[in-house]
């Protein structure tokens, strides 16, 4: 009888949890992937810094990944209960925007960008560049450009595009570099791929364990390693084509009952308290460098020769085809 | 009445959430030619998965059966282990050994000979036989062990050689049991996602339910992916039928229950292969696990407070979804004694792609409540349902032997309700019961993305915490919370197993 006490007990605890939450406050819900409210995420000092004078309850909603995100917009409609989508990406903008569920946000473009990004509905709060990273000890001197590595024996782990955001960068990345012979610069890759994986994580991961030379990530990468672990043997290597941007916007909702908070909320994003943790939290270039500026270990990473950027409409329209070539040359 | 109950609970979760989801999209959408081609890799490497996994699984069985050395127990425990891994971490433990930097590529290389690849095909049916060969194994061992031992022993005494032992009493068991272990196998094989992803090297391993989340996720074709949904079902119910065809009902009679051991069978020739099969089966399984342990165990006292929450979270999780699959396996299994139709619906959750059944859910309880305040009595849900079918298919065996055992002796006592549940049903069940009850909670602990739509970080379960690691560049951490969740799962498992196995005892 006992155990079934106990768990009598757990699930007691459990719902009490759930009621003890009624609070005055107005709630500010903003919904985003869940890396970025994780323990380790820019979330939780968002969250305090904002709290302290907007007499609000900053509520954040993790919903997966960045395509997550749109997927769960698109099914929750005008109902949703958030305020703020914080986490698309331009290469999701396009179909977030024809749903008609953004209001204008009305701020000024964002200064550090390496292109301009002036879009009225989204304002981006940090951005990188795609990027094959690889360990220098393993490999010494990594490929020029995309041909290069087709033609190499270098082994690479790379994300697929219908499940993962970065598995679509470089399927824009290598259409924007290559347009009409993409098709024929993924059939060089063929054999490079040791395998496709569903998300960042397992493929970095496997990078991490030797499976492959090199792996789809960030250019930012390597500051991880340098600034957590002391570990310099990490680097990006820099293409000659350029290099594939993801610029990480945020949105109001038309719908939002609290419009004032929200666009308190979007401009505190760009306020040196959110983009002073962006670099060493989400790993990423934030949108308007903090006076304090970028961490030091940021000063020894790549920077591309080009930025390659589609404009969300254009992604929106070549994703479609660009797939269609991928698995054809892939699937063999 | 209650069997009803659990089988309209059943079949309101998984077609309920297909229909929400097919209701939403205003119907069902054509199929593309890429998920034709999908639904053909999705099914060929299920059945070679699931038909090597139940192959090797007989000379292991077998051999753990009519053996006895030292640690044989921890070994049968342990059988239960890759089973409840969540695919990433069994995915790192694999690698670890197959993988281009793995142990047996280094070994190879030393010998001077090739290296082999783990991804591909091979890799995808490696990883599904790791998965469920200890699954298979299990299932079967209880077969062997409803063979009443006064059967051997008469079989002994009347001189049977092995193979006439196996043509009398092992093969008819088999032929009740084998059908619906592979059946089991072949269903979980046909949702696999990240296994057969992360190893199948690229997208000609694709499976349906890779192409429902593009549905879902890149294309956001919700009327497509509820197509793919429905073609996962037909393939279960396809399945099923083919092997109620095959599965034929032993007849043993009943024994005495008594513990005796038996005389393993003598001769160096089966000796050998016995010890081979054991020998074989335990390296294949416990070395990936032992890799995961090596790499995170002595990280696991410096984790973050986070991820302790979070494993307790995940503990009160698995316990009531396994009180909640207990509840509904037990009346099942009795029921489909009479009524093929309870079996059916209890293994329908095998089918259900995660996707469908999360994101039915969120359509048909987003309009009540906000979906992160129900975060986790829908994992509890889903959980207890996802687990149902093994449970219910490690139950089914034993249940039909109990029913034509000692049904009519129950009856002529006027054994009834309660009564008969305490003194006849419990007590003969107790050992599949202490199995399923297990099973549950150890799959229950590593369950994960069912419930992405309604996750709350603040309430993250291990696994999601686990991925949040990943995710925040902490491999180590993430491997020593992988560790943990591996721990805790085979706990869970080990501890329920040895309460059957005693009160069975």
């Avoid at chain 2, 979760?13 to 939403?24: E, F, K, N, S």
Wanted: net charge neutral.
């Amino acid at each position: 009888m006992r155990p079934f006490l106990m768990l009598a007990g757990l699930l007691c605890a459990t719902a009490t949890a759930f009621v003890a939450q009624a609070q005055d406050k107005p709630v500010l819900t903003v919904l985003t992937y869940d890396s970025f409210i994780s323990e380790w995420g820019p979330g939780p000092v968002i969250e305090e810094v904002f709290e302290r004078d907007c007499g609000c309850d900053l509520r954040f909603v993790g919903a997966g990944d960045g395509a997550a995100l749109l997927a769960r917009l698109l099914l929750e409609g005008a109902r949703t209960e958030a305020d703020v989508v914080l986490g698309l990406d331009t290469s999701l903008t396009a179909q977030a925007a024809a749903t008609g569920l953004f209001a204008p946000h009305g701020l000024a473009p964002a200064p550090d960008l390496p292109v301009p990004y002036d879009d009225p509905l989204f304002t981006p709060y940090d951005w990188g560049w795609f990027a094959f990273v690889h360990d220098t000890t393993r490999l010494a001197v990594p490929p020029a450009d995309f041909l290069a590595l087709g033609a190499s024996d270098v082994k690479i782990v790379i994300q697929d595009p219908r499940s993962s955001t970065p598995g679509l960068g470089l399927l824009l990345w290598v259409k924007a570099a290559y347009g009409e012979r993409a098709a024929e610069v993924w059939e060089g890759l063929a054999d490079n791929i040791v395998t496709v994986t569903p998300g960042w994580s397992e493929a970095y991961g496997m990078f991490l364990e030797g499976e492959a030379d090199m792996v789809l990530s960030y250019t930012t990468s390597p500051a991880y390693h340098v600034i957590a672990e002391g570990d310099v043997t990490k680097e990006a290597a820099s293409f000659a084509e350029g290099h594939y941007l993801q610029i990480e916007v945020a949105g109001r909702l038309v719908g939002s009952d609290q419009p004032a908070l929200a666009d308190r909320f979007l401009a505190f994003l760009h306020s040196p308290a959110v983009q002073g943790t962006i670099p060493e939290t989400n790993w990423m270039y934030p949108a308007t460098i903090s006076p304090a500026g970028l961490p030091l270990a940021f000063d020894w990473l790549i920077l591309p020769v080009k930025s390659l950027l589609m404009s969300p409409e254009e992604a929106l329209a070549a994703r479609g085809p660009a797939l269609a070539e991928w698995r054809a040359a892939l699937a063999r | 009445m209650a069997a009803r109950l659990a089988a309209l609970a059943v079949l309101a979760l998984v077609l309920g959430t297909l229909g929400a989801v097919a209701w939403r999209a205003g119907g069902l959408g054509a199929l593309q030619t890429a998920d034709l081609g999908a639904a053909r890799f999705t099914v060929l490497q299920a059945l070679v998965s699931a038909t090597l996994s139940a192959l090797l699984a007989v000379p292991v069985a077998r051999a753990l059966h009519r053996r006895r050395f030292p640690g044989r127990g921890a070994l049968i425990s342990l059988m239960g282990a890759p089973f409840i891994l969540p695919a990433v971490v069994a995915v790192m433990g694999l690698l670890a050994v197959f993988g281009r930097a793995g142990v047996l590529n280094d070994g190879l290389a030393l010998l001077g000979l090739p290296r082999v690849s783990i991804y591909g095909a091979q890799g995808v049916v490696l990883a599904h036989v790791f998965f469920n060969l200890p699954l298979a194994t299990r299932l079967l061992l209880q077969g062997w062990q409803a063979i009443p031992v006064e059967r051997f022993r008469l079989a002994a005494s009347l001189g049977f050689t092995p193979s006439a032992t196996f043509s009398h009493l092992e093969g008819p068991m088999l032929r009740a049991t084998l059908p619906g272990a592979w059946l089991a196998i072949f269903l979980v094989c046909l949702t696999s996602f990240a296994v057969a992803l992360t190893l199948g090297g690229g997208p000609a391993a694709t499976t349906i339910e890779l192409a429902i989340y593009q549905a879902f996720r890149f294309d956001f074709d919700l009327a497509r992916a509820a197509s793919l949904g429905l073609l996962q079902v037909a393939l279960c119910i396809a399945a099923l039928a083919a092997t109620t065809r095959i599965a034929l009902p032993q007849g043993f009679g009943a024994g005495l229950d008594r513990r005796a051991v038996l005389a393993p069978p003598a001769g160096h020739v089966l000796r050998a292969q016995d010890a081979v099969a054991i020998a074989l089966a335990a390296a294949f399984l416990i070395v990936p696990m032992a890799a995961v342990l090596a790499r995170g165990l002595p990280a696991v006292a410096v984790l973050p407070a986070a991820v302790w929450l979070a494993a307790a979270r995940s503990l009160a999780v698995a316990l009531a979804a396994t009180a909640l699959t207990l509840a509904l396996a037990l009346p099942l299994a009795l029921a489909a004694v009479r009524q093929r139709r309870f079996e059916w619906a209890g293994t329908l959750p095998l089918v259900a792609s995660p996707l469908v059944l999360g994101t039915g859910l969120f359509l048909m309880l987003r309009p009540f409540a906000a979906p992160g305040t129900l975060a986790l009595p829908v994992t509890v849900a889903v959980n207890a349902a996802l687990a149902l079918p093994f449970a219910l298919r490690t139950l089914l065996p034993a249940t039909r032997a109990l029913e034509a055992d000692y049904a009519r002796l129950a009856a002529s006592l006027g054994l009834t309700g309660l009564a008969r549940l305490r003194l006849l049903i419990l007590p003969r069940l107790a050992r599949p019961l202490g199995f399923a009850a297990g099973l549950a909670a150890a799959l229950s602990m590593g369950d994960l993305g069912v419930i992405a739509l309604f996750a709350d970080p603040a309430q993250a379960t291990l696994p999601l915490q686990l991925y949040a690691l990943m995710g925040a560049y902490r491999m180590a951490d993430a491997a020593a919370a992988a560790s943990l969740l591996m721990v805790l799962s085979f706990g869970l498992f080990w501890l329920f197993d040895r309460i059957g196995t005693h009160a069975d005892a």
